[in-house]
């Protein structure tokens, strides 16, 4: 079966980084597009960043410039590197995988549990 397998979330300072990262199994890692999101309390899940088969990353532009999505074939993983962390960061972030556009959310297939980021001031 498939499985996606976030790691790397915590608590950070504001300005401070943080480096997720997704293991998958169970699929043919470099046939999907990949994917970050997020939720905060009380919000629906966003779009954060993605990574295409053919390596094309797109980001929300409110992370745009402090993110960098990123992706190991060879070992069937995704990174989220996330620097200059701002409060409203603070979400459970998950990673998926899609064999459709990667911007598109409900284009994904397969989800991660997730892991909680906590962004304080």
């Known amino acids: 079966q498939v499985q996606l397998v976030e790691s790397g979330g915590g608590l950070a300072q504001a300005g401070n980084s943080l480096r997720l990262s997704c293991a998958a199994s169970?699929?043919?890692?470099?046939?999907?597009?990949m994917g970050w999101f997020r939720q905060a309390p009380g919000k629906e899940r966003e779009f954060v960043a993605g990574?295409?088969?053919?390596?094309?990353?797109y980001y929300v532009p409110s992370v745009r410039g402090r993110f960098t999505i990123s992706r190991d074939n060879a070992k069937n993983t995704v990174h989220l590197q996330m620097n200059s962390l701002l409060p409203e960061d603070t979400a459970v972030y998950y990673c998926?995988?899609?064999?459709?556009?990667?911007?598109?959310?409900?284009?994904?297939?397969?989800w991660g549990q997730g892991t909680q980021v906590t962004v304080s001031s």
């Open positions: 169970g699929l043919t890692f470099s046939s999907y597009a």
């Open positions: 990574i295409s088969s053919g390596l094309t990353t």
């Open positions: 998926a995988a899609s064999l459709g556009w990667p911007t598109i959310q409900k284009e994904y297939t397969y």
